[in-house]
């Protein structure tokens, strides 16, 4: 196939990385191992080119490279390895490098969104440990990917900044409406500082107070 050819030939680093980019688009598997190779290229956009184009072909033989591109010296490259290997939610071995990406603040929200794909004990644990050091959009994707973990979003609805306060709420109200644990953080925010955060809790608490008048005056249907 010419475009592997030109991939593993040509002195352009924008003719490898147009190169790249093709050969995840076609999906052909004969092109797994030289875009492998070519995540050791000397060109960052290169590398970080050819692991977006494996994640297209979701082949297992890019797991283990995919892993070691996860501690390259390019930010981006290190950020679609990360993306990658959201393609392979089953596999144990992308759990802890991609925990260790936590620390990492260049990279965390798409380590946050991969870790999402992955149902593995170690995950929400390991989240939750990293959750007050990570930045400001790293909260925000951690809350948006795990709205539905009432402790981690608890978390959250004491941020310090506002923005993150009215994450929480919406998560309350999306995926936790029914949880009665959510009223005592929702009363503490009904009484925050910020007049938005304020008028959000209230409304969710009102919506929960209806929802629960809706469900009791539902007529019970005979067995």
Same mark, same amino acid.
């Given at each position: 196939?010419?475009?592997?050819?030109?991939?593993?030939?040509?002195?352009?680093?924008?003719?490898?990385? #147009?190169?790249?980019?093709?050969?995840?688009?076609?999906?052909?598997?004969?092109?797994?191992?030289?875009?492998?190779?070519?995540?050791?290229?000397?060109?960052?956009? *290169?590398?970080?080119?050819?692991?977006?184009?494996?994640?297209?072909?979701?082949?297992?033989? &890019?797991?283990?490279?995919?892993?070691?591109?996860? #501690?390259?010296?390019?930010?981006? =490259?290190?950020?679609?390895?990360?993306?990658?290997?959201?393609?392979?939610?089953?596999?144990?071995?992308?759990?802890?490098?991609?925990?260790?990406?936590?620390?990492?603040?260049? *990279?965390?929200? &798409?380590?946050?969104?991969?870790?999402?794909?992955?149902?593995?004990?170690?995950?929400?644990?390991?989240?939750?440990? &990293?959750?007050?050091?990570?930045?400001?959009?790293?909260?925000?994707?951690?809350?948006?990917?795990?709205?539905?973990?009432? =402790?981690?979003?608890?978390?959250?609805?004491?941020?310090?900044?506002?923005?993150?306060?009215?994450?929480?709420?919406?998560?309350?109200?999306?995926?936790?409406?029914?949880?009665?644990?959510? *009223?005592?953080?929702?009363?503490?925010?009904?009484?925050?500082?910020?007049?938005?955060?304020?008028?959000?809790?209230?409304?969710?608490?009102?919506?929960?107070?209806?929802?629960?008048?809706?469900?009791?005056?539902?007529?019970?249907?005979?067995?």
């Amino acid at each position: 196939m010419a475009v592997i050819g030109a991939l593993q030939n040509s002195n352009d680093p924008w003719v490898r990385r #147009k190169c790249a980019y093709i050969l995840g688009q076609i999906r052909d598997h004969r092109a797994v191992e030289p875009l492998i190779a070519a995540l050791k290229d000397p060109v960052g956009d *290169v590398r970080s080119t050819a692991a977006d184009a494996l994640e297209t072909l979701r082949d297992p033989r &890019a797991i283990a490279p995919l892993i070691a591109a996860l #501690k390259d010296g390019d930010v981006p =490259v290190r950020i679609q390895a990360a993306i990658a290997l959201r393609k392979f939610p089953s596999d144990p071995r992308i759990v802890e490098p991609l925990i260790t990406l936590l620390n990492d603040k260049y *990279v965390q929200s &798409a380590a946050i969104g991969t870790l999402g794909e992955i149902h593995n004990p170690r995950v929400m644990p390991a989240v939750m440990r &990293a959750f007050k050091a990570l930045d400001h959009n790293a909260k925000k994707k951690a809350i948006d990917v795990f709205m539905s973990d009432f =402790v981690l979003i608890n978390l959250a609805a004491k941020e310090e900044h506002y923005s993150l306060r009215l994450r929480a709420i919406e998560a309350f109200n999306c995926r936790l409406i029914d949880d009665p644990r959510v *009223v005592e953080p929702l009363i503490q925010l009904s009484k925050d500082d910020n007049p938005t955060v304020r008028k959000e809790a209230i409304a969710v608490l009102n919506r929960r107070e209806e929802l629960l008048l809706k469900n009791a005056l539902k007529p019970e249907h005979a067995p």
